[in-house]
Structure formats: structure tokens, C-alpha cells
């Protein structure tokens, strides 16, 4: 069938947001609005400012660049007010009609044409709501109209259930404990987190980029786990890392803006271990690790038993650090460190590493699923070797470590991701795809590989019998991998000098998927829009989704 495709655009690394960065194809054509995931999952109806409940932010693509007569419903109830609104984003507030039950968005464009939404679920809930503002005082009420002046105040003051707005002006740059600007040593309970949450525009501080070492983490001390918080919308610096989370579950990391320019030795600028039901969700993880950190710092690591992870819709760009996102369970006394398993990262933007895109050290599919999809992964593998030793050079790798327990069994599965220039470092230990002796099975569907000549589909130190697949479209490094069902052409990308990896009209890379199960690609697109699946991150518009948009 052939279809044809829209306007893509570039995504440039100037922008300061992860939204921006990841929603940036404003003209790309949309079936409807389609929501990503919210800043809140539950929060009252009522309190707050003028009594109108709490305040959530909605990501996603298509919803307008401005809002017109569309609306969003709470449980069939219309929010009562917005104060942000564009194509990608949504602020609103809940009012006294929103109920239990699904956020809709509900978009009618300048032809009178009317789209809903897919829904996402959200919970009504009693809990009270506070505000931090450069006015207020630690001594007043925490109210709209009395607000309190420090973040540190209001993490040490909100209970379970409580949210805390931050307005802009807001930083948190000193040391509040435990060598930390933010040391978060509460909970909240299982439907009633508690949550800090930038008020809608803004974009409070937390940390520096010179001290303290950490900017927010919640120190391995007595009296945890220190579960259930959101952390939505924040300018996170660290002097080391931003972000460090240890021995804690149901966290909710959403829409922050994160960088730790003098990064180095063995951690992150986000860090997590023995985390568990971890959301990591729209942020903008960049410029990270100073130039020749150690091959142990990393953008975003995942460490010891941190199992039941989600990390989505992230751009991960420009870093010195070595792997974008690692996944590497760790001894940590008795018997931690255990291969890890049900991971699903997905939609993530990640560019600029020296190492790998994606690094799956530890895993076990055999517990729980390890998946990687609608990713767009390119200029990773950058080398040169970090000082402390050489690396591994790929867009996506299992190497195939145990560090505790059983080996790893059963199949990772990655699939629809769209890889460009991995490796260009070279080596036996460079290329697209990797699997190292000792990994679980790897299946690749869906794939779309441009590689330069020189550089590796497969990494040639892979172990390839471990690596089945077919429905995977490769070009650019010579002829494509036996055994994989592959197609060797030129996928026939928008605009390479612009990093826009949309296919043309007929690329090869359309219907020539399978059935994956996942039915939006990258742009929140559904699939099928032919008779199958496209191959790659991206679905090209069918011609009938092309209609007009509201400006």
C-alpha cells in the first residue's frame, strides 16, 4: 500500500525540555490527540487554590496548539480550568466535577472535526494540597495564599496523599542532609503518595552542578522503605548525581529536567537500586558525566535488584557518561544481586554516549518480561574507551552477566526500534545489536538499522546463536544478517542531517512488520495503518489520518 508521510522535523539538543525534545514534529499528522501518561495518577477534587482541587499535567501529542472549545474529562466530569496548554501539553485543574475514572481529552479543530483521546485511568482521592512560593514563609500555613518558602519544609511537612505545588523561583540549591539539597526520608501508602510537583509554567530548582554531591536522594537509613512519591517538573542539577533512590518502590519520576556536568566514578545522574514498581517517565536526562568519566558513570542506572522498572518517553542526549540507560545488578551484601527482570524501556530519544545506548548487564526473561521498543537510538558507541578501561560499544546490548543467583534464561524481546550510527567507535565489541556469552535469547522483529559503512549490525563479539528474529530491515554496513528474515534497503528517511527518522513514501520499512502487540509507534500513531505493521519507531500515516489540524 502506499502512503505517504508528513512534515517530520528535527529535535534539537538546544531545547530545554524532554517534552520539546520528544514532541517537537508539530506538523507530523495525528489520527487524534493521543495522552503518553499524566504528572498524577489520583489527587483531590477539592482544596488548593480557590478550592478547585489539585492541579494535573497531561504529555502527550496532538492535543492543539491551542486549546479552542476542547476540553478535558475527569471520569465524564470537564476539568474546571487550564492553565497550560499547547500540541504536547496540558495543565488543568481537577474542579468539583471530575470523578474516578479516566482522563479524556476531547478536541474539536477550526473544521469542526471531532477527536477523543485514549483515556488513562485516574483516581479522585481525599488529601490535602500545599504550595512553596519565593514569598512564603516556613512558618506559615503552606496554603495558595499563604505559602510556605522551602521545598525542604514542604517534603519534611506533607503526609500521605499530600501535594506539594513548587512555584518558579523556587531553588533548593544548599544542603539540606545526608550531603543532599532534597534528603526524602518518608512515605507515603499504597493510593496516596506524597508528591512534589512544579505548579503549572513553572521550573523550581533542586540541586547544583558543583555541591552538594547529590541533588534529591533518600538516604539508606533506618525507618524506610521510603516509597510511594511523585517528582514531577523539576531543574535537577547534582554536583555528582541528581537523582539517587535506594531501597524504595512505587516511585512516579515525571517531566524533570536532569544534568550532572562533573559526574563521575561508579554511579549516575540518576540513580536507582533495589527500586522496585519505578516510573520513569518524559524526562530530559543531558550533558552528563564530565569528558573521560569513568565506564561506571552513567545517564540512567537502574543497580542492584531493581526489578518491575518503566522507563519511557526520555530523552537521553549529550552525555559523557557511559551507557544511556544501564541496567546492572550489583552484590550488595547477603544475597543481592540478582539478574533483573520485567523492564520495559521504551519511546526513549537517547543520543550522544560514549558507550551504549541500552545496556541489559543482568537480566532473566524468564521471571519477567525485558523489553525494548519505539525507541530511537543513534550516535551511541562514540568512544574514545573511558580511562578506567575499555567498554562495550552498541545501541542495544545484553552482555550476558551474573553477579548472583542463576543465569539468566528465557528471550529478551526488542523490537520497532530504529537505530542509526552505532558503534562508530569500531571493534569486535561495537555494533547495532549485541549478545554476549552467558545472555538469554534475544528476538529482533521490526527493527529499522542504518549503519555506516564500517560498523556492525551485529556485534562480532556476540554469541549469535542466541539472536533469532525476522521482520528487521537493515542498510548501510553491507549485507544484512543471515537468519534474521531481514530485508537489506535503504529505509529512505526524512532528513538524516536533521537526526528526522520518519520514513518517505515508499520505504521499504512500510508494512513489511509483524504483529508486536504494541499499537501506537513513537509519535503516539496507532498501528496498523496499512495491513501491517511498519517496520521501525514510526507507523506512516495512512492517507485518510492526514486530514486538517487546528491551529
Not at 488529601?127 to 495558595?144: C, E, Q, T, Y
Not at 541489559?360 to 519477567?368: C, E, K, L, M, Y
Not at 534474521?484 to 520505504?507: C, E, I, K, V, Y
Request: glycine residues 14%.
Amino acid at each position: 500500500m502506499n502512503r505517504r508521510s508528513c512534515c517530520g522535523v528535527s529535535r534539537p539538543v538546544t531545547v530545554l525540555t524532554a517534552l520539546a525534545l520528544m514532541l517537537s514534529a508539530a506538523g507530523w499528522a495525528q489520527a487524534g490527540p493521543r495522552i503518553f501518561f499524566s504528572d498524577l495518577e489520583s489527587a483531590p477534587n477539592s482544596g488548593g487554590e480557590n478550592n478547585k482541587g489539585a492541579f494535573v499535567t497531561l504529555y502527550g501529542r496532538g492535543f492543539g496548539v491551542t486549546r479552542g472549545t476542547s476540553v478535558v474529562t475527569i471520569g465524564g466530569g470537564a476539568a474546571d480550568n487550564y492553565p497550560l496548554w499547547s500540541d504536547t501539553k496540558i495543565a488543568f485543574q481537577l474542579g468539583k466535577a471530575a470523578q474516578s475514572g479516566e482522563i479524556v481529552v476531547h478536541e474539536e479543530n477550526a473544521h469542526g472535526e471531532k477527536a477523543q483521546s485514549n483515556g488513562v485511568p485516574f483516581t479522585v482521592r481525599p488529601g490535602r494540597i500545599f504550595f512553596v512560593a519565593p514569598s512564603g514563609k516556613d512558618s506559615a500555613g503552606g496554603g495558595f495564599n499563604s505559602p510556605w518558602r522551602t521545598m525542604v519544609k514542604a517534603k519534611n511537612a506533607i503526609a500521605p496523599g499530600d501535594i506539594a505545588y513548587v512555584m518558579n523561583g523556587v531553588s533548593q540549591t544548599g544542603v539540606d542532609d545526608y550531603n543532599a539539597s532534597l534528603a526524602i526520608a518518608s512515605a507515603g501508602v499504597e493510593g496516596r503518595p506524597r508528591a512534589l510537583v512544579a505548579y503549572p509554567g513553572a521550573l523550581p530548582v533542586i540541586g547544583s552542578v558543583s555541591a552538594p554531591e547529590f541533588a534529591l536522594r533518600t538516604p539508606a537509613i533506618s525507618g524506610g522503605p521510603f516509597s510511594y512519591w511523585v517528582i514531577a517538573g523539576f531543574m535537577i542539577r547534582g554536583g555528582n548525581e541528581a537523582i539517587d533512590l535506594a531501597r524504595l518502590s512505587h516511585w512516579r519520576v515525571v517531566g524533570n529536567d536532569i544534568s550532572c556536568p562533573q559526574g563521575n566514578g561508579p554511579a549516575a545522574c540518576f540513580e536507582a537500586a533495589s527500586a522496585s514498581y519505578l516510573k520513569v517517565l518524559g524526562n530530559f536526562i543531558h550533558d552528563s558525566g564530565k569528558p573521560g568519566a569513568s565506564k561506571l558513570y552513567h545517564s540512567l542506572y537502574f543497580s542492584t535488584d531493581s526489578n518491575h522498572i518503566e522507563a519511557g518517553w526520555n530523552v537521553i542526549a549529550n552525555n559523557h557518561s557511559c551507557r544511556g540507560i544501564q541496567f546492572h545488578s550489583s552484590r550488595d551484601g547477603g544475597n543481592s544481586g540478582a539478574n533483573q527482570f520485567d523492564l520495559s524501556v521504551h519511546d526513549n530519544l537517547i543520543h550522544g554516549q560514549v558507550c551504549d545506548g541500552i545496556n541489559f548487564a543482568t537480566i532473566d526473561p524468564s521471571r519477567g518480561p525485558v523489553l525494548a521498543y519505539n525507541n530511537i537510538i543513534y550516535h551511541v558507541g562514540l568512544g574514545p574507551d573511558p580511562p578506567d578501561g575499555g567498554s562495550n560499544y552498541a545501541c542495544i546490548s545484553s552482555p550476558g552477566i551474573t553477579n548472583s543467583g542463576p543465569s539468566g534464561t528465557g528471550t529478551a524481546e526488542w523490537f520497532n526500534n530504529t537505530l542509526f550510527d552505532c558503534g562508530p567507535r569500531g571493534g569486535v565489541d561495537a555494533g547495532a545489536f549485541h549478545a554476549g556469552q552467558g545472555s538469554p535469547a534475544v528476538r529482533l522483529r521490526n527493527n529499522l538499522v542504518q549503519l555506516k559503512p564500517g560498523e556492525n549490525y551485529i556485534e562480532p563479539s556476540s554469541s549469535r546463536a542466541l539472536i533469532s528474529g525476522g521482520n528487521n530491515l537493515w542498510f548501510g554496513a553491507g549485507r544484512a544478517p543471515a537468519n534474521l528474515g531481514t530485508q537489506n534497503s535503504d529505509p529512505n528517511f526524512q532528513d538524516l542531517n536533521a537526526s528526522d527518522f520518519h520514513p518517505r513514501s515508499g520505504s521499504p520499512a512500510i508494512d513489511a512488520g509483524t504483529d508486536t502487540g504494541i499499537l501506537t509507534d513513537f509519535d503516539g500513531l496507532p498501528r496498523p495503518q496499512g495491513h501491517s505493521f511498519d517496520i521501525g519507531a514510526y507507523e506512516v500515516p495512512a492517507p485518510s489520518s492526514l486530514g486538517p489540524k487546528k491551529q
